[in-house]
Nanobody, 125 residues
């Protein structure tokens, strides 16, 4: 049963923007839970991109700071990632994840219990 569904990926030229969405089922969503975005490029390990808690506290990877923005809409149980000034090195499959805990703005994949299937982002030079 798919409980996190990402969308919004696609192909864009460097400097462009995309907004990813992650729709969560009621089984895994709570306004109190930590939610995060990860990405994985071919041949590389999965890395944390951004994480948000039940409020507006967020942490970003240094590589995306000031270019990406994470937020969530509890009314529609959806997590978002706005990506601006995209670079070819942002090319990856992007995953959303959540864990049933309220604290710990952690970008380590091992800290998350539920994962989506990913959406592909390709940034051309």
């Amino acid at each position: 049963q798919v409980q996190l569904v990402e969308s919004g990926g696609g192909s864009v030229q460097a400097g462009g923007s995309l907004t990813l969405s992650c729709a969560a089922s009621a089984v895994v969503y709570s306004p109190h839970y930590i939610m995060a975005w990860f990405r994985q490029a071919p041949g590389k390990e999965r890395e944390g991109v951004a994480v948000i808690d039940r409020g507006t506290h967020a942490v970003y990877a240094d590589s995306v700071k000031d270019r990406f923005s994470i937020w969530k809409d509890d009314a529609v149980q959806t997590l978002y990632l706005q990506m601006s000034s995209l670079k070819p090195e942002d090319t990856a499959t992007y995953f959303c994840a959540t864990d049933p805990r309220e604290y710990g703005l952690d970008l380590s994949p091992s800290r998350y219990s539920y994962w989506g299937q990913g959406t592909r982002v390709t940034v051309s030079p």
